[in-house]
């Protein structure tokens, strides 16, 4: 079972910031948490991660909770490009990965 | 760029063929993994792979195989496929103990059995 909760769907005005949730109550102290992204028809595209710091690309922020139970990730100027299904994974090194459902996520124009 | 190539962007098979899912990643990974897609079940893990020669059942595995005799090489065989193996195939591959170490993955495979 995925060991991560996020909503099914949400919906984000373009230009404005994106913020999708993930709980990862269960969460153990050595695993990471990382983002993922799946555009129509594409193989999912790997985001950002982090273990317990907030961190920052040039595609997204991630920020984890000081207990680590859930965390958040921003797309900061969402466009229409950034429609996709994103998904949030807990995982140990080297451990099998699993997928949940994900959520879809619209940028309206 | 890491590229995960995945040998059959679509393909057709008749019920009971053999048939092969090849990935190649030229990043020297040493994971690999093979997932299948189905609208509303996400992505399903079918089998790994943490180096050369071996393998590890994911959650679904029944009705596949895989094979790994290259670092680069990892197979997924359908002994004799089956309707209800009609799906997105997803090959993936990722370093195995480093800290900045996502997957990467293919554009998948979409296979259709008749």
């Known amino acids: 079972d995925a060991k991560t909760t996020q909503p099914p769907s949400m919906d984000c005005a373009e230009g404005r910031a994106a913020n999708l949730p993930c709980n990862h109550s269960?969460?153990?102290?050595?695993?990471?948490v990382y983002w993922y992204r799946q555009i129509h028809s594409q193989g999912p595209q790997y985001i950002i991660h982090g273990l317990k710091n907030n961190e920052t690309n040039e595609m997204a922020s991630l920020i984890i909770t000081e207990d680590r139970k859930s965390s958040t990730l921003i797309l900061p100027h969402a466009t229409l490009r950034d429609t996709a299904v994103y998904y949030c994974?807990?995982?140990?090194?080297?451990?099998?990965?699993?997928f949940g459902k994900g959520t879809r996520l619209h940028i309206l124009p | 760029d890491v590229k995960v190539t995945q040998s059959s962007r679509y393909l057709v098979k008749r019920t009971g063929e053999k048939v092969f899912l090849e990935c190649v990643q030229d990043m020297d990974h040493e994971n690999m993994f093979w997932y299948r897609q189905d609208p509303g079940l996400g992505l399903r893990l079918i089998y790994f792979?943490?180096?050369?020669?071996?393998?590890e059942k994911g959650d679904i595995p029944e009705g596949y195989s895989v094979s790994r005799e290259k670092k680069e090489r990892f197979s997924l065989i359908l002994e004799s496929a089956s309707t209800n193996q009609t799906s997105m195939y997803l090959c993936?591959?990722?370093?195995?103990?480093?800290?900045?170490?996502?997957?990467?993955f293919g554009n998948g495979t979409r296979l259709t059995v008749t």
């Open positions: 269960t969460i153990s102290g050595n695993e990471y």
């Open positions: 994974i807990v995982r140990v090194q080297g451990d099998k990965i699993i």
């Open positions: 792979s943490y180096d050369v020669k071996m393998k």
């Open positions: 993936a591959s990722s370093f195995r103990d480093r800290r900045n170490s996502p997957l990467h």
